[in-house]
């Protein structure tokens, strides 16, 4: 209960004592003391967070509410408040750094004491009085312990509802360039050394199938997230809660949510083990992983413009150099690759706070749930600007990948059906050594027709399955 001291300040109490909190603030004596104690990183909970906290918050109360366990007046009270939080209403009365408590008692508090003193104020009380109180309404039937995972998971999911059509853009627009850049000709490369010739488009084409089997990828690992164990209470034995309200929460979180929700199989297993946020942030970091891959690609393909590859030209968003006239950088895909770091970095924090759990319960999820939201908005956001930025307008330099599909040793591949690797290897080594083309040198040997040639030692016809021609298999009968 709080009195007022002065027209600055308002006294609360808690089972440790008095204090002193700003008067006009929306939450409580635990918020203030966990402020003192965790000025950390001055970095706050992330939005969505505090969205699926108040509809945890709702939820748990329409259920008490159902159950008779909570009056109706107080329950309508705190559904108003929770809605108000819900919408981002009170945002910035979350005041509690991301890194704090153990289990995230403190970021709990802070939300029970918000929707408390809103409800409080709905009802005609002031700040602090507390008719409806943060414990004995807005967290009745509830355990930090079942509460925190809860609201991680729930938060998770809705944040990954943004992530999913900006993956879903890259993917279209790597589609759309490998339709574009379909018929141009390039050298390929592997060790970083010449390749049998490919399509500019068919590597494009692979990053879209990349891309979209990482969807997928994720969408799999978020369905694990849906299995709850609210209602499990402080150890995962449902202490303190009506034998029904377990199915009920859930049952009314999924409808204010509207994500498919389910209990957990144990309750126990819910508060003991992170396996979720582990699947899903191991799901971030794998797609961290094609997106580097990818924005190398895109830096060496573009690089130059006189002594790079120079294959493709991105778009010149700003200035590259702060000494050097008209350098432009590859801003974009360089992001692309520092963000994926970023998500990278966040998934070793969530593999050791994941492993960090004790018997009952895993104290660390204030750093997982942190890290698992940072990293999907990160990834979100950044992949919108590398599609729009960058991928959406890269041209090809047709002239220059041709030169490179004509200049490929590894032309010499698609002569091996018809003169054998070992022949072929000493015409590859004879270009190399004279500068002369793979198609010169064959020429002047006299191992093939001229038809067979122009055939076998097209670029074109190299990057696709094709059969032998009939006349080399017929020669090859006669060798026999």
């Not at 802070?110 to 807005?138: F, S």
């Not at 001229?450 to 020669?475: C, F, G, N, W």
Request: net charge neutral.
């Amino acid at each position: 209960m709080a009195t007022s001291t002065s027209a600055a300040t308002r006294q609360e109490k808690d089972s440790i004592g008095i204090k002193e909190i700003p008067a006009d603030v929306y939450y409580g004596v635990q918020t203030a003391r966990a402020v003192e104690n965790y000025p950390i990183s001055g970095m706050r909970a992330h939005s969505t967070l505090i969205k699926a906290f108040g509809m945890v918050k709702k939820a748990a109360a329409e259920a008490n509410q159902e159950l008779g366990l909570i009056d109706d007046k107080r329950a309508k009270a705190i559904f108003s408040a929770a809605n108000e939080v819900i919408e981002g209403k009170w945002n910035q009365e979350f005041v509690v750094d991301v890194f704090q408590a153990g289990a995230g008692v403190s970021f709990h508090m802070n939300t029970n004491e918000v929707i408390a003193n809103r409800a409080t104020e709905i009802l005609g009380g002031k700040l602090g009085e507390y008719q409806v109180h943060p414990n004995d309404h807005v967290n009745y039937g509830q355990s930090t312990n079942d509460v925190f995972p809860t609201g991680m998971r729930l938060g998770a999911l809705l944040e990954l509802e943004n992530l999913y059509p900006a993956l879903e853009s890259l993917a279209t627009a790597c589609e759309k360039k490998a339709k574009e850049f379909d018929k141009v000709m390039k050298s390929g490369r592997t060790h970083m050394q010449d390749a049998v010739p490919i399509r500019l488009g068919q590597e494009f084409a692979a990053y879209s199938v990349a891309i979209r089997k990482s969807i997928e990828g994720i969408r799999h690992a978020a369905e694990s997230l849906r299995e709850l164990g609210l209602g499990g209470s402080a150890v995962g034995t449902g202490i303190n809660t009506h034998p029904d309200y377990r199915e009920k929460a859930i049952a009314h979180l999924a409808k204010i949510s509207g994500q498919k929700l389910t209990p957990a199989s144990d309750m126990r297993w819910a508060m003991q083990s992170n396996y979720a946020m582990a699947n899903v942030s191991s799901a971030l970091r794998n797609l961290a992983l094609e997106i580097i891959r990818i924005s190398n690609d895109v830096r060496l393909m573009s690089s130059g413009p006189n002594t790079g590859y120079a294959e493709i030209n991105l778009p010149s968003l700003q200035p590259g150099s702060s000494i050097m006239p008209g350098k432009i950088n590859p801003v974009m895909p360089e992001l692309a690759a520092m963000v994926s770091f970023q998500v990278i970095g966040n998934d070793t924090a969530v593999a050791f706070a994941v492993q960090g759990g004790q018997l009952e319960l895993n104290v660390m999820m204030p750093t997982m749930s942190y890290s698992v939201m940072q990293s999907i908005t990160i990834m979100t956001n950044m992949v919108r600007v590398f599609t729009d930025k960058c991928i959406a307008g890269i041209t090809a330099n047709e002239s220059r990948c041709n030169f490179y599909s004509q200049s490929t040793v590894s032309l010499a591949t698609a002569l091996n059906p018809y003169i054998g690797y070992a022949k072929a290897a000493e015409i590859v080594k004879e270009s190399v050594a004279t500068g002369r083309s793979i198609i010169d040198i064959a020429r002047d040997k006299k191992l093939l027709s001229e038809k067979e040639i122009e055939e076998i030692l097209d670029p074109v016809r190299m990057t696709e399955p094709q059969y032998p021609l009939d006349s080399a298999k017929e020669r090859d009968k006669k060798t026999k």
